[in-house]
């Protein structure tokens, strides 16, 4: 068989796929997940160096078909996508290529970027989410994420400030990857940001303990959506986006020492 026709058989199993898969009569444990494609992405390749960022997400639906249903699905107006997305086996499957905007992070904003999907790329993590029973994330699916992003990150030369969640760029609207995503164990492996206990602040914190210093800390590192001098109802959503990815623990919108002091240390250490 010649090249070329080799190359119209692949397109057209992966064409046969994704109309079973549309049409929801496919099991997925009998096929191969590498060859699903979504169509959702915009036509004009992008350079290289436009891609910049990684934006980590979970995909909070009841089940991967259903997932992966929506990640494909053409028709309608809220057409989504990803480039990857890693099942709780730790299965990848690549659904859009680099050089090409998905749609996974909508409205959007980190320091003086907007609409991120231009200059990021996508990663969906299976996971029931808080709507429909927020899971742990798996090791195998933790473990192959990290393979992949040391990957992109290498290739794209990514740095690890620019390795973010989708509740960082679009804080009012989102909550994933959520307080259950491993952001330490990231950092143990050279993805992302994280913080030091012990190069904490030894400044007096409480008297610096306000509102305003806050979220200056948070516009420094990169986040938006507010004001740095007037406070609103939307502060709530910026403080629990903020704790559920370095306080895990405390995910009440409440600006106590700890998510304060962590803030000031992320902030000290943002270069000019
Ligand atoms: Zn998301």
Redesign the pocket.
């Known amino acids: 068989m010649s090249h070329y026709s080799t190359k119209i058989m692949i397109n057209f199993k992966e064409i046969f796929i994704q109309i079973l898969v549309i049409l929801g009569k496919i099991n997925f444990k009998y096929m191969n997940f590498n060859t699903l494609k979504s169509k959702n992405y915009s036509k004009i390749k992008r350079k290289p160096s436009k891609i910049k960022f990684l934006i980590i ?2 995909t ?1 639906m009841q089940s991967k078909r259903v997932s992966i249903k929506k990640l494909m699905n053409f028709k309608g107006v809220n057409r989504v996508s990803c480039h990857y997305f890693i099942d709780r086996k730790g299965e990848t499957i690549q659904m859009v290529d680099d050089d090409r905007v998905a749609w ?2 909508g409205k959007s904003r980190w320091k003086n970027f907007e609409n991120l999907n231009d200059n990021s790329i996508g990663i ?1 993590l299976e996971n029931k989410g808080h709507e429909f029973g927020y899971e742990e994330f798996t090791k195998k699916q933790i473990n192959k994420l990290v393979k992949l992003c040391v990957n992109l990150k290498k290739k794209y030369k990514i740095k690890n400030s620019c390795i973010l969640g ?1 509740s960082d760029v679009s804080p009012l609207r ?1 909550k ?1 990857p959520g307080e259950k995503f491993p952001w330490k164990f990231l950092k143990k492996k050279g993805i992302g940001n994280w913080y030091s206990k012990s190069n904490s602040s030894k400044k007096n914190i409480q008297k610096n303990l306000s509102r305003n210093f806050f979220f200056k800390n948070l516009f420094k590192i990169g986040y938006r959506y507010f004001s740095k001098n007037i406070s609103s109802k939307k502060d709530t959503l910026l403080v629990r986006a903020f704790q559920s990815r370095y306080n895990q623990n405390k995910v009440d919108g409440l600006i106590d020492q700890k998510t304060f002091k962590i803030s000031h240390y992320l902030a000290s250490k943002v270069k000019k």
Do not use: R, S, T, V
Request: cysteine-free; glycine content about 12%; charged content about 35%.
């Open positions: 997400h979970y909070g996974h992070a969906e989708h989102k994933d």
